[in-house]
């Protein structure tokens, strides 16, 4: 059985749970990077006997903008697809629900879903380490069950949590600064998603396109990339009730 693993994942976490869980199901993986703003998902060769995880982080509650307009552009060919939201630990509100519907719109047959939870990408001490190992056997616990499913052909239909009409989207408010430490290299503006980082200096972002995702910060070689103390301090207070208590994966069969 080949895997298609679709993956929006800007700093991480996304594909280090999708890949416990895709391993788990088989050792053929095909991985489409949704980060990749250059790729024509048009032209991504799904056939009906094959198998997608599609995995994304949920960003307010929501599948990410430029992912969602991504996913909408494969040709699932009714290819089957497991489904994966992962979250920083506070809640994964509509998002498995979006990315249900998001699915089915572009042709792939949804036969599971998983929630799992990574470290937080902006308040890293929320969920920090995780995927750790704990999730890695749970996620790979998943997987069997879900492999079992597709080996028995079962259409059994989803009930997913979330809410239709979704949660409004929220703007984008946390825009990584650069510091003295940054050499103009460009890799933060290769990197980046949605292109929202000037071609001529780095330090200039495009306010209407950046999400927040913390990419630029993530791969930047020097560490040369900030969200502002005060800013970072907000998120990590306003996070600390919802964030605290540890959260564990799901599974919807």
Not at 20 to 40: A, F, H
Not at 54 to 68: F, L, N, Q
Not at 122 to 143: C, M, S
Not at 220 to 247: D, F, G, I, M, T
Request: aromatic share 4%; with cysteine; glycine share 6%.
């Amino acid at each position: 059985m080949r895997i298609c693993e679709i993956i929006f994942s800007p700093t991480g976490g996304t594909k280090k749970a999708a890949d416990m869980l895709s391993q788990g199901l088989s050792d053929e993986i095909l991985t489409v990077d949704l980060t990749n703003s250059q790729t024509d998902f048009k032209q991504i060769p799904l056939a009906p006997e094959d198998t997608a995880v599609i995995a994304v982080p949920s960003y307010g509650g929501r599948v990410p903008a430029p992912a969602r307009d991504r996913i909408l552009k494969l040709k699932g060919n009714h290819a089957k697809a497991v489904l994966l939201c992962v979250y920083g630990n506070r809640a994964y509100d509509d998002t498995l629900a979006e990315l249900s519907d998001l699915a089915e719109q572009s042709e792939f047959r949804v036969v599971a879903a998983v929630a799992a939870v990574a470290e937080h990408s902006i308040a890293r001490r929320y969920a920090a380490g995780r995927p750790d190992a704990k999730d890695q056997e749970t996620l790979r616990n998943f997987a069997q069950q879900i492999r079992k499913k597709l080996v028995m052909g079962s259409s059994q239909p989803l009930s997913l949590p979330g809410n239709r009409p979704y949660r409004k989207s929220g703007g984008a408010s946390l825009i990584p600064k650069i510091t003295k430490a940054c050499t103009q290299c460009g890799l933060c503006r290769e990197k980046c998603p949605v292109q929202a980082i000037s071609a001529r200096n780095t330090g200039i972002v495009n306010p209407r396109k950046c999400i927040s995702c913390m990419r630029c910060v993530s791969v930047c070689p020097r560490s040369a990339r900030k969200v502002s103390a005060a800013k970072l301090l907000a998120v990590n207070l306003a996070l600390q009730s919802a964030c605290s208590r540890r959260k564990e994966c799901e599974l919807f069969l």
